[in-house]
C-alpha cells in the first residue's frame, strides 16, 4: 500500500461514522495505541463480528466498551464516565428533570 493510500485510508477511518464494529474496533485502537485482537467472523455473514472469548478478554484488558464496540451505543461509556469521575455520590447529585419549576 502507498504512503498515499495509507494516508487517505486513515483519514477516512478518522471521519467515518463509525457504522461497523469492525470501524469501532480500528478507531479504538488507532486512538489509545493498543493492537487490534484476533477476530473472527461468522461464514455466513463474513462482515460480522463473531463475539469470541479471546474478544471478551481484550475488552476487559484494554478497557473498551462493549456496547459501543457491538453496537455502537454510547450511554454506557458514558454513564460509566460520570459514575467513576463525578464527586460524591451519584445518589445525591441533582438532575435536572422535566418538572422543573419556572421562573417568572
Not at 489509545?32 to 484476533?38: I, L, Y
Not at 472469548?53 to 466498551?65: F, H, N, T
Not at 458514558?78 to 445525591?92: I, N, Q, V, W
Request: proline share 5%.
Amino acid at each position: 500500500m502507498t504512503e498515499q493510500r495509507a494516508r487517505a485510508n486513515e483519514k477516512r477511518l478518522l471521519e467515518n461514522d463509525l457504522n461497523t464494529m469492525l470501524e469501532r474496533i480500528c478507531w479504538f485502537c488507532h486512538h489509545f495505541g493498543v493492537v487490534a485482537p484476533a477476530l473472527e467472523f461468522d461464514p455466513g455473514h463474513p462482515e460480522e463480528i463473531l463475539v469470541t472469548d479471546e474478544l471478551i478478554e481484550w475488552v476487559r484488558a484494554e478497557g473498551a466498551c462493549i456496547d459501543w464496540l457491538v453496537c455502537g451505543a454510547v450511554s454506557p461509556a458514558l454513564a460509566a464516565y460520570r459514575e467513576k469521575h463525578l464527586p460524591g455520590d451519584l445518589a445525591s447529585v441533582e438532575r435536572v428533570s422535566h418538572t422543573r419549576k419556572r421562573v417568572h
